[in-house]
């Protein structure tokens, strides 16, 4: 899974929950093949010496580590949701596509850093306070500051968040 993402081969992915008693489709969301980063990744186990691939290591996906932006909404609480919605939500995040594997990642990771204030309205200094969980997540860039400077105009330029003045800003 690493590997495709980085040769940005991810596939789109569909979520889908449902009631099995009544076969009843509750939610089913897609997210965008080029959503998905190596910090959304959670290593598991490898396989036991005894199994036919053994030491294969596979992984699973963390839904929480992907922006909302990018968990788009198909069926919600058992009701479609108009298609000219589920467009427009996936035509927002389209551009990321053009970005490479890499900066993409560094992208999502602050607007995901940005999604977790919990607050349309913030700050830079409040994004700063994440610095330290994404230098885990990136830890070659050793200007981790600046590369949040940096994505925040990334998000302004893909129309995501909006700068209102010097070191304020708001979600889109």
């Given at each position: ?106 992208t999502l990771d602050v607007l995901q850093s940005v999604r977790s204030l919990g607050r ?48 304020a800003y708001k979600l889109r």
């Amino acid at each position: 899974m690493k590997l495709a993402i980085v040769e940005d081969r991810t596939p789109n992915l569909y979520v889908l929950q449902y009631d099995p008693s009544a076969w009843h489709v509750q939610a089913l969301i897609v997210i965008p093949r080029f959503a998905f980063t190596l910090s959304a990744l959670e290593c598991r186990k490898p396989l036991a010496p005894t199994a036919r691939r053994a030491g294969w290591v596979g992984c699973n996906i963390r839904l929480d580590k992907i922006p909302s932006d990018a968990r788009i909404p198909i069926i919600r609480e058992g009701h479609i949701l108009p298609s000219r919605n589920v467009r427009h939500a996936y035509d927002r995040l389209r551009s990321l596509q053009n970005l490479n594997p890499e900066k993409r990642g560094w992208t999502l990771d602050v607007l995901q850093s940005v999604r977790s204030l919990g607050r349309e309205e913030f700050t830079l200094q409040e994004v700063y306070a994440n610095a330290g969980a994404l230098a885990k997540l990136h830890p070659r860039n050793l200007h981790v500051r600046d590369k949040i400077r940096q994505q925040l105009q990334v998000l302004r330029d893909l129309g995501l968040i909006e700068f209102r003045a010097p070191g304020a800003y708001k979600l889109r």
